[in-house]
């Protein structure tokens, strides 16, 4: 069983940006225009060209102490011969001779990988590739994920050298190894949102959560609205142990058996609501909607998230809370909110095959509109890790006992984002 089975698989889309030079994201203070000169790109013929999917981003802190830059890129091989590529590297824009990070041929493509930062190339609709053959006119995605134990190891921009064999030169007949700059991209554009938790409690776990591949969300690619996008990632689906460290206790198959289920929704920040939906029922623990042949053909963009409440926060940024229990809303649009307010009762929702709520920040109030806006939590209690092994021997119920990898002593922590299979506990108020 894969993760992305196990529970929530919402289906949200992004819009696509190109970025060169200066610019500012939403999701923070945004970086001051002009804070570097524009990067050239050498001359070259490119079989393969690259263009990024996101907008441009910034560095945010996760709960593993260091510091993560998450976007993707579309790849289309434009030339009359097969591309097959031998490895991506991610450089410094500015100084191109510095290897920021390099993708290889099995991080690309791992058939054995399960989970990790593997498999970072995706076929369309997003899956995992099974080589890293490009026939001519096709496209992939590639999922770019970078880490840094500090701020100052991060570029402002990046750019990207692809290692590959293809049509070299316009005349070419026959493949041959090749390599070449491509795609600047801005990583600098800004700082992370801070909010607050939106639930409250101990023992929550963050269910697909950035990042590397394995779960729902962080390869998430969609096309809607003319757009390739990815809304979800850095979207959490946050669901609740019991002291036992299960899901559930009693009939796995009723919602009301699940920890979590009913818990209270709350604001994470001030803002104005700006979309509502109330009218989904509940769904049956066990059963994902999308894998129904009854009820996946009832799923639409409008629906396939469930009861949800949209949240204007300011400065370009939106939070979505979704698969909410239906008529616990307690906003409707217009309505102004506060943070830690409650909004609405967690529920089981849209495509979710267990009770938790999936939340969110992006950039527009549309779903089908939204790129995703990277953010950190101002305060929680880490306890540790779920390892994945464990989560991935589990069954669509939940089921078993998840108390492995919890710390010696739990971590108070500020201003980071809780990655996958992370343990929290959040403040009662």
């Known amino acids: 069983m894969t993760l992305s089975a196990t529970l929530v698989a919402v289906l949200l889309v992004a819009g696509s940006a190109s970025a060169q030079g200066a610019s500012s994201h939403p999701g923070g203070q945004a970086a001051p225009a002009g804070a570097r000169t524009a990067v050239t790109v050498p001359d070259s013929f490119s079989p393969v060209v690259v263009t990024p999917i996101s907008s441009p981003t910034f560095p945010w802190l996760g709960s593993d102490r260091k510091y993560h830059v998450s976007y993707d890129l579309q790849l289309t091989n434009a030339s009359r011969l097969p591309a097959t590529l031998t490895k991506v590297q991610v450089v410094d824009a500015e100084h191109p001779d510095t ?33 890293t053959v490009m026939a001519p006119g096709q496209s992939r995605a590639l999922m ?18 692809l290692f590959l064999t293809g049509q070299a030169a316009p005349p070419a007949t026959k493949p041959s190894p090749i390599s070449y700059l491509a795609a600047p991209f801005d990583i600098s554009s800004g700082t992370p949102r801070v909010i607050a938790p939106p639930l409250r409690g101990d023992d929550w776990v963050a269910a697909n959560g950035c990042c590397g591949t394995g779960g729902a969300h962080r390869p998430a690619l969609n096309s809607v609205n003319g757009k390739l996008a990815n809304s979800q990632r850095f979207a959490i689906d946050w669901m609740k142990l019991t002291d036992e460290g299960k899901f559930y206790n009693g009939d796995k198959t009723k919602n009301e058996s699940y920890a979590d289920y009913g818990e209270a929704v709350y604001a994470v920040a001030d803002g104005t609501v700006s979309s509502t939906l109330d009218t989904v029922e509940a769904g049956t623990p066990g059963i994902l909607p999308a894998n129904d042949p009854v009820l996946g053909p009832k799923l639409t963009v409008q629906n396939v998230d469930g009861n949800h409440v949209i949240q204007d926060l300011g400065g370009g940024v939106w939070a979505m809370y979704a698969h909410l229990i239906k008529g616990s809303l307690l906003v409707k649009p217009g309505d102004k909110v506060k943070k830690g307010q409650k909004i609405a009762d967690l529920g089981n929702t849209g495509n979710s095959n267990a009770p938790h709520l999936h939340f969110q920040l992006m950039d527009d109030p549309s779903l089908l509109e939204a790129d995703a806006v990277p953010y950190v939590i101002d305060r929680f209690t880490y306890q540790g890790q779920i390892p994945y092994p464990v989560w991935l021997a589990t069954d669509d119920y939940l089921s078993g006992t998840f108390l492995q990898g919890r710390l010696p002593e739990p971590q108070s ?11 929290v506990d959040f403040p009662d108020s």
């Open 99 to 131: 290897v920021v990070a390099t993708l290889s041929s099995r991080q690309l493509v791992d058939p054995d990988c399960t989970y990790g930062a593997c498999n970072l190339l995706r076929v369309l609709p997003s899956s995992n590739a099974t080589d």
């Open 144 to 161: 770019v994920d970078l880490t840094f134990d500090s701020l100052d190891q991060a570029p402002a921009e990046v750019m990207h050298r």
């Open 413 to 423: 922590r500020t201003d980071e984002l809780p990655l996958v299979l992370a343990v």
